[in-house]
């Protein structure tokens, strides 16, 4: 495994009790960070808690601000700074046709996958700037470049999360902010028990490596992402699709 300086960073990993999210967190724990878990869920705080002990841990719904204003005080409090953040928090939401999407669940794709990275960036950003450095990494999809059927709540609310990285990159190009965002193809793991195996087996069937990716891949990568010798990428978008991404 690479060595990638984080010592001593203050990172912030939403949706980082379970999945890909644990993974990214034990990464940068390996890599010299000090990790802040946002996550919803209280038992799987608690689980981490008992196997992570130096991770702290909040119970944060990024998608209230009022939650993530709450969640940043209170890591600014016991850390002093937060120097790295990683929007990963998401959900797939429906798997169906456009004209059979419900629409409470529509919103509720969105507010978890588009209005949380918006709040955590909006939360942060301003200690970052104060601060002098950051960096902010994003995890979209692969589906929000090329739009998967029957999952269009996913795919446009991954497209948003790109856009949103691209503007930010350029917002903060003044600064020593580096904001990036990463756009796996299917990833196993507790994600996919949300999913039919008709949508696992189609999402498969456009990977030419033949697989799917394997969360401690997409963690290198982002590792890299959050350290000081990611300084001349911003507003980009880093695939990891096994092939399937050609642009």
């Known amino acids: 495994m690479n060595q990638i300086d984080l010592k001593d960073r203050v990172a912030v990993v939403t949706g980082g009790a379970s999945g890909l999210g644990l993974a990214i967190v034990e990464r940068l724990l390996r890599s010299g960070a000090r990790c ?13 808690r ?15 601000f009022d939650a993530v204003t709450k969640a940043t005080a209170d890591t600014l409090k016991q850390h002093g700074r937060i120097d790295i953040l990683v929007n990963n928090a998401g959900i797939t939401g429906a798997t169906t046709k456009v004209w059979d999407y419900p629409v409470d669940e529509w919103a509720r794709v969105f507010r978890i996958n588009v209005d949380g990275p918006f709040y955590c960036a909006k939360a942060v ?9 950051g960096r902010v990494v994003n995890i979209a999809s692969v589906a929000g470049k090329d739009g998967n059927p029957n999952a269009s709540g996913y795919s446009a609310s991954k497209a948003a999360v790109i856009a949103l990285t691209k503007s930010l990159g350029k917002e903060l190009a003044d600064t020593e902010i580096r904001v990036n965002c990463v756009t796996p193809a299917a990833v196993k793991t507790s994600l ?3 999913l039919p195996q008709s ?46 991404s050609t642009y």
């Open 192 to 194: 996919f028990e949300q």
């Open 36 to 48: 802040v878990v946002w996550d919803y869920d209280a038992k799987a705080l608690a689980a981490l």
């Open 199 to 244: 949508h696992i087996d189609f999402m498969l069937s456009k990977i030419p490596l033949g697989r799917f990716g394997r969360p401690e891949e997409i963690a290198a990568l982002v590792a890299w992402l959050s350290s000081e010798e990611c300084s001349f990428s911003t507003g980009a978008v880093f695939d990891l699709s096994g092939g399937r």
């Open 50 to 64: 008992g196997r992570l002990s130096a991770v702290t841990g909040f119970e944060t719904d990024v998608s209230h």
């Open 125 to 133: 950003l301003p200690h970052m700037r104060a601060a002098g450095y």
